[in-house]
């Protein structure tokens, strides 16, 4: 993302945000769809979370028993109720496109990852 010379409003924080929150939805219905793991992603409205998580197939959702995920983001998208709201952007931006490159990682890969990918 390049930096802007003046500086965004709260209006075009959130339009970035969202914009990448959609695109980590459709990254996960992409690598669930092809089959190279199994990803999700949640967005609670009304507290404008974004949590996704990508687990190897033949993962196991037992509580007791979970296979861990190979990875995880967990952001509020509104810097609107933050005290420093261009910081918490800038942060929350580099979140989402560390964990946007992952999951491009994956796809360009095209190689399933699975539990004993895990084990090794």
């Known amino acids: 993302m390049t930096k802007t010379?003046?500086?965004?409003?709260?209006e075009d924080m959130n339009e970035i945000l969202y914009t990448r929150a959609e695109e980590v939805f459709l990254l996960c219905m992409l690598i669930t769809r092809?089959?190279?793991?199994?990803?999700?992603?949640n967005f609670s409205g009304h507290v404008e979370m974004l949590d996704s998580k990508v687990h190897p197939l033949g993962s196991c959702y037992k509580y007791e028993s979970a296979t861990q995920p190979v990875a995880e983001l967990?952001?509020?998208?509104d810097p609107a109720d933050r005290i420093n709201p261009e910081k918490e952007f800038n942060k929350i931006v580099e979140e989402l496109n560390?964990?946007?490159i992952y999951l491009d990682y994956i796809i360009a890969k095209g190689v399933p990852i699975t539990t004993s990918d895990q084990a090794a």
């Open 34 to 41: 092809r089959g190279l793991a199994h990803a999700f992603c």
């Open 98 to 100: 560390t964990y946007i």
């Open 5 to 10: 010379t003046q500086p965004l409003t709260i």
């Open 74 to 77: 967990r952001v509020w998208i």
